[in-house]
């Protein structure tokens, strides 16, 4: 059974840092993990991603420069850094599997239950 569990949410003030973790279990061979945000009212969109086995990644370009997705696979864990964060950050953070990186929601087969980040101004 595949388990995905995101920790790490909370709440800070703009211009602080959080960093997510996603530990996952039971996956398949996918290769693609990813971090997804949901704001109220918003459809959920993609944050980053990286293949797990050659470490490549993918970021939405709001999110370049300020957040970085990182992945320890000793650990089965992928991690997302977000540095200068800003209201417009909050939201509900989702860890997601799959098979590829790509920005789409629909391409990733497994999520976990969502992390809350609330970025006070």
């Known amino acids: 059974q595949v388990q995905l569990v995101e920790s790490g949410g909370g709440l800070v003030q703009a211009g602080g840092s959080l960093r997510l973790s996603c530990v996952a279990s039971?996956?398949?061979?996918?290769?693609?993990m990813g971090w997804f945000r949901q704001a109220p009212g918003k459809e959920r969109s993609f944050v980053a991603a990286?293949?797990?086995?050659?470490?490549?990644?993918l970021y939405a370009d709001s999110m370049k420069g300020r957040f970085t997705i990182s992945r320890d696979n000793a650990k089965n864990t992928v991690y997302l850094q977000m540095n200068g964060l800003k209201p417009d950050d909050t939201a509900v953070y989702y860890c997601?599997?799959?098979?590829?990186?790509?920005?789409?929601?629909?391409?990733?087969?497994?999520w976990g239950q969502g992390t809350q980040v609330t970025v006070s101004s």
């Open positions: 997601a599997a799959g098979p590829i990186v790509v920005t789409a929601p629909s391409a990733y087969d497994y």
């Open positions: 990286i293949n797990r086995n050659i470490g490549r990644t």
């Open positions: 039971g996956l398949p061979s996918s290769t693609a």
